[in-house]
């Protein structure tokens, strides 16, 4: 199998070859990591926004029943935390419309690295009568 190198020393006439092709290779290989970082990044964020999300309704539940149970006012504090809350909410749903996004391009990304793989090594065409 030849190297990134070879291939783009390769001339675009041979079959398989071409630096058109190789700086395609480099690129998904480049891309690819990235999107794998990006995704486990969002994956983790959606987890700490779950579990902030959890901590945000007991904290909640624990000023209202404070609120209810005291003399003070404490419907501004709790009218605080459910715009936090819903936030958090809002932007989960942002994530996860990019975890999609980033999704679709892996999938992208996996079809074109077949494409090239199998373009790659399909016989070369006969060449033309004369």
């Known amino acids: 199998m030849a190297t ?6 390769s001339s675009p006439d041979e079959a398989g070859g071409g ?3 190789a700086a395609g290779w480099e690129s998904c290989l480049v891309v690819q990591p990235s ?3 990006l995704d486990r990044q969002i994956v983790n964020t959606k987890r700490a ?3 902030l999300n959890e901590q945000i309704e007991l904290v909640s539940e624990v000023l209202h029943g404070i609120g209810d ?5 404490l419907l501004e504090y709790v009218n605080k935390v459910e715009e936090s809350k819903s936030g958090i909410n809002r932007s989960g749903a ?23 793989k199998t373009d790659m090594h399909a016989p070369a065409p006969a060449p033309p009568k004369r």
């Not at 990134?4 to 020393?9: G, I, K, L, P, S």
């Not at 149970?69 to 006012?73: F, G, I, K, R």
């Not at 980033?102 to 690295?113: H, K, V, Y």
């Open 69 to 73: 149970d005291s003399e003070y006012d």
């Open 19 to 21: 630096s058109e092709m």
């Open 49 to 51: 926004q779950a579990h």
């Open 94 to 116: 942002v994530l996860e419309k990019i975890h999609d996004r980033l999704s679709q391009l892996q999938r992208d990304i996996a079809r074109q690295i077949h494409k090239e």
């Open 4 to 9: 990134a190198a070879e291939q783009r020393d």
């Open 35 to 37: 999107v794998e970082a």
